[in-house]
């Protein structure tokens, strides 16, 4: 079974502030990772992937992956209230010839103004 | 904004009825996908096609049957459902026969509720 963790929350963190998300997975040879942002009531939208072990920086946003440990995290700097939102980390795994998105639970993040 | 579009964004139907959920991307991907996500939850996997063939089946109900007329499109027809089936329906696309470098992408969503 190819399991995604995150740690649900919620997490707040004050407006400026750096947020933290972190996931685990446990398929030791996934190879694309992704951080999707879900607003209530909406679709998830793609705001990271990663696929090399490091750092990926992306305005606001950095994604780190450590293939070794398993884990992925993604840091949001200056955080804005409109960052408040669930974050649902993904690995995409292959299986039966094609390739599947297995997701963490979420966590929802509230930024305080 | 995304290139998966999805229709209808809302839809309620009776447990009696026949309706159908409509995905179209231009993107060329050659996988398409059914996620199903209730509230709070993550999306979970319905049905994955791979270059218009049913490559995933995750157990789904046969209430729930997926078609894929051609690469572009993506439709979910659904009959006599239960209430327990409301919930958003997710279409998403991707590349097929890659897995490094490749992202899936999603639609809107549709928003169903069985009365």
């Known amino acids: ?113 | 904004d995304t290139e998966v579009t999805q229709t209808p964004k809302h839809l309620v139907m009776g447990m009696t009825n026949k309706k159908s959920l409509k995905c179209e991307q231009h993107m060329g991907h050659r996988a398409m996908y059914w996620y199903k996500q209730k509230a709070k939850k993550p999306p979970e996997l319905m049905f994955v096609y791979s270059y218009e063939k049913l490559s995933i089946n995750e157990s789904v109900p046969s209430r729930f049957s997926p078609e894929c007329p051609n690469s572009s499109l993506l439709n979910l027809h659904l009959h006599a459902l239960q209430p327990e089936d409301s919930a958003l329906y997710l279409c998403a696309s991707s590349q097929a026969g890659v897995l490094s470098g490749n992202t899936i992408y999603f639609g809107e969503g549709s928003w169903l509720t069985v009365v």
Not at chain 1, 59 to 75: D, E, H, P
Not at chain 1, 82 to 106: E, H, I, P, R, W
């Open chain 1, 1 to 113: 079974q190819k399991e995604v963790e995150q740690n649900s929350g919620p997490l707040s963190v004050p407006e400026g502030a750096i947020a933290s998300l972190n996931c685990t997975y446990s398929d030791r040879v996934s190879q694309s990772f992704f951080w999707y942002r879900q607003y209530s009531g909406k679709s998830p939208e793609l705001i990271m992937s990663i696929y090399s072990n490091g750092d990926k920086e992306d305005g606001r946003f950095t994604a780190q992956l450590n293939k070794a440990s398993q884990y992925v995290s993604l840091l949001i700097r200056d955080s804005q209230p409109s960052d408040s939102a669930t974050y649902l980390c993904a690995v995409m795994n292959s299986g039966a010839g094609s390739y599947q998105l297995t997701f963490g639970k979420g966590t929802k993040l509230s930024v305080i103004p």
